[in-house]
């Protein structure tokens, strides 16, 4: 897709975001966007093919971003930590029915995208967890598979709306507790240590969100 096509993507991600899917008809889309149906039906085929589109853009954005996060050199932790604070600033604001609206209504786009980030996910753990032991900031007597296996599975979850509905629990400090829950059971006593310090030193001290 052209320059363009890419912005009208980006722009398209954001009303859904803010109005969910399911309730965003082509009509409403061309209104938000501020060009005409036949604008917008110049880029894509259907509400499928844009919802399918939206997804590989926002993948392809969030995956440069965390290649740009791999880039800098950290350790195993900070590494985690700044993959969590992007993951959180992706998805503030995002529309509680997001999650449910494209499983139920566009389920091809929404196999396509879990399939595609538990690939990654499983794989950005994996050598995440390798660098953590070689640091010695991550204990050594686990089986890795299993436990970036296990992180997939706890990631999931985070978007399961029926066991975190969002008018009990915060997006943002869910994925902020699964990165605590994750790191204290792996980590040495080195990395506790490294973990506390983190924690107390960048993280807001509000009493959900900087509690270790």
Request: hydrophobic share 40%; charged share 30%; with cysteine.
């Amino acid at each position: 897709m052209d320059e363009r096509g890419g912005r009208l993507l980006d722009e398209a991600a954001k009303v859904f975001w803010t109005y969910g899917i399911k309730s965003v008809t082509m009509d409403d889309m061309a209104a938000r966007l501020g060009i005409s149906k036949k604008t917008l039906y110049q880029h894509v085929k259907d509400k499928n093919d844009l919802v399918e589109k939206v997804l590989q853009c926002i993948t392809e954005r969030q995956q440069c971003a965390i290649d740009a996060v791999l880039g800098k050199g950290h350790n195993a932790i900070d590494e985690l930590f700044d993959i969590s604070a992007q993951l959180a600033l992706q998805l503030k604001g995002i529309h509680p029915s997001i999650h449910f609206d494209l499983e139920k209504y566009h389920p091809e786009a929404f196999r396509k995208l879990m399939d595609g980030k538990r690939a990654e996910i499983y794989s950005c753990q994996v050598a995440n967890l390798e660098r953590g032991i070689r640091e010695g900031v991550y204990r050594d007597s686990f089986n890795i598979a299993m436990i970036a296996t296990i992180y997939i599975a706890r990631f999931d979850m985070v978007f399961d709306g029926g066991l975190f509905p969002p008018e009990r629990f915060n997006l943002n400090e869910v994925i902020w507790e699964l990165f605590r829950y994750h790191v204290r059971g792996i980590a040495s006593p080195k990395g506790i240590k490294y973990l506390e310090k983190k924690v107390a030193r960048e993280m807001r001290p509000s009493p959900s969100i900087a509690r270790t």
